[in-house]
């Protein structure tokens, strides 16, 4: 292994591919009369029963002179509806080409009043990503605007004034949205005046909830959380308002009239977890015998999405070629911040980086492209200005200047003001088609000296088969030929009854129990490798002299 010692101002050159890779605080905007916003009531009607739930869901808007309106159901996040139908006096819906718009057909300027069912639509337990579902459960119940809303079909920029009616759940019930938390059981009447994007992206959630009041730099922040845990629910409060706090602080921005986090366990001990951004608020869900300190980080993302992009202007429909940025820059913040407010150690964050440049060559993740494209833009401003600048004057740009559409070319040239004329070449291209660029010597923790960089072997996370879909299909999907799992010996098509995986972490071994049937009975067998391969890629090396006498010293570079 040769190692390469910081010497000099000069820049370690190596290559590695490198492809494409609001608020939650709601600002709200008034309408000067009711006629200027468009107005529409949900009425939620539980029926529990012990082994299942059905949400009744019942839609009323006024209908417009022409006397039809094209319906859009949810099509994203797994949504569905069920049983959709209309309530109001001759009024139909038909079907279009499109599975997920409908025509309703009404006496003109009539109100329009149709009905239609969420419930669980997958067996089994909620484990990855059944999240994404319509969540309602005999205990609780959790959707989100985009995949539990259907309504009359309008632009996310639109006003408009929406009632939600919750007087229907059980009376032992809590209930907590991006909008309002109840207080009880007579307070279950909600709305909102806004844009339409922020009713689309709310969270609602009910349910055997425990509700913790408390602050995060004195702005109100609710705790939804439900489960049996390794830590109490006020050890998970503090991390909380630790790592939250930290990313507001490094954003200068305290502009949340509330705010509300909810946490759910998976049906499985160890392994898994999740997170999501929400108007005003954000979900996560972790295995329920996994520590609350494992997941800082995805704490430190889910707020991090709290200005990128939700306080960066409007972004087209889809926004595909700004994933990197949306959640890749999001990550690498993530990880750094939680690092500088004292909450991850050198080596950690490190070893952290190290392993998204050793996923990095089979990766199609914007999480790790974007990742890695920020690191090495974060190291090249620094160059570039003298260090008088960073990438975080880009993301602070990119929030002061929200009145313009968050489009791909807006993010390129906000970050054009800070590089060189070869380094924004070099940015474009990287961006828009696959290019190698040169990584970055100083982990953009500036002039620290505790490590060195060098080219290694290294074991990289690959898992061999499609985890998603064999999740969702519960049989195994996608087995590679020349992978691990197919040397385990796993094959497509045998049915699963559970999996245990740890996401790009190729020294823990992955657990996949396969059912098997003989004439007289039914068992498991359980199959286990290391998801890993071989291949050479960049690594950072901590000086351990160095940094033993001196633990904080790239802390705040």
């Not at 959790?142 to 229907?168: C, R």
């Not at 909810?262 to 977890?273: A, C, M, V």
């Not at 300190?293 to 992009?309: G, I, M």
């Not at 990095?360 to 690191?375: E, F, K, N, Q």
Request: with cysteine; proline share 5%.
């Amino acid at each position: 292994m040769t190692f390469v010692r910081i010497l000099s101002p000069l820049r370690l050159i190596f290559m590695i591919f490198l492809a494409a890779a609001v608020s939650f605080g709601i600002a709200k905007h008034t309408p000067s009369s009711a006629g200027d916003a468009t107005g529409l009531t949900y009425v939620f009607d539980p029926v529990v029963s012990t082994t299942s739930t059905v949400l009744h869901v019942t839609l009323k808007f006024q209908g417009g002179p022409q006397g039809t309106e094209e319906i859009e159901l949810p099509s994203h996040w797994a949504g569905s509806a069920n049983h959709l139908h209309a309530l109001s006096s001759d009024t139909t819906i038909t079907d279009t080409d499109q599975a997920n718009v409908k025509i309703a057909r009404f006496p003109p300027k009539s109100q329009v009043v149709i009905a239609y069912d969420l419930l669980k639509d997958w067996d089994g337990p909620l484990v990855q990503p059944f999240q994404f579902h319509t969540v309602v459960m005999p205990q609780y119940l959790e959707i989100n605007g985009d995949n539990a809303l259907v309504h009359p079909k309008i632009d996310k920029t639109t006003m408009v004034s929406v009632n939600f009616d919750w007087q229907k759940l059980p009376k032992d019930w809590a209930l907590a949205t991006s909008f309002a938390i109840s207080s009880g059981p007579t307070d279950r009447r909600q709305s909102f005046t806004g844009q339409w994007r922020y009713v689309d992206n709310a969270l609602f959630t009910a349910g055997d909830f425990r509700i913790h009041r408390f602050e995060i730099r004195k702005k109100p922040t609710v705790l939804a959380i439900r489960g049996q845990w390794t830590f109490t629910d006020e050890q998970a409060i503090i991390d909380i308002q630790k790592v939250i706090g930290f990313v507001r602080e490094f954003w200068h921005d305290d502009n949340f009239p509330n705010f509300l986090i909810t946490l759910k366990p998976y049906d499985q001990e160890h392994g898994s977890s999740d997170g999501s951004a929400f108007t005003n608020a954000f979900w996560m869900y972790m295995s329920n015998k996994d520590p609350f300190s494992t997941q800082l980080t995805q704490l430190s993302h889910e707020a991090f999405h709290a200005w990128n992009v939700k306080r960066m202007g409007v972004a087209p429909e889809g926004k595909s070629d700004i994933e990197w940025f949306h959640e890749g820059f999001t990550e690498y913040y993530a990880q750094l911040l939680v690092y500088r407010a004292g909450l991850m150690e050198l080596p950690a964050y490190l070893e952290n980086v190290n392993r998204d440049l050793r996923s990095y060559s089979d990766s199609t993740s914007p999480y790790i492209r974007g990742r890695v494209l920020a690191l090495w833009l974060d190291s090249q401003i620094r160059k570039d200005t003298n260090h008088k600048s960073s990438l975080d004057n880009v993301m602070f740009d990119m929030v002061r200047e929200a009145d313009k559409p968050l489009t791909l070319s807006r993010i390129l040239e906000t970050a054009d003001r800070y590089l060189s004329a070869d380094d924004r070449s070099q940015l474009h291209q990287a961006v828009k088609q696959p290019a190698n660029v040169p990584a970055p010597i100083d982990a953009a923790l500036g002039a620290c000296s505790q490590f060195s960089v060098s080219i290694d072997d290294a074991s990289i996370f690959d898992l061999g088969f499609d985890l998603t879909g064999t999740k969702a299909a519960r049989r195994v999907m996608g087995v590679r030929n020349d992978g691990p799992a197919f040397k385990a010996g796993l094959r497509n098509g045998q049915q699963t009854a559970g999996i245990s995986v740890y996401n790009n972490q190729p020294d823990k071994i992955a657990k996949v129990s396969i059912v098997t049937e003989t004439v007289t009975e039914t068992g498991t067998q359980p199959i286990e490798y290391y998801p890993r391969k071989l291949v050479k890629v960049p690594q950072y090396h901590l000086d351990q002299a160095a940094y033993a006498s001196n633990p904080e010293g790239c802390r705040k570079q």
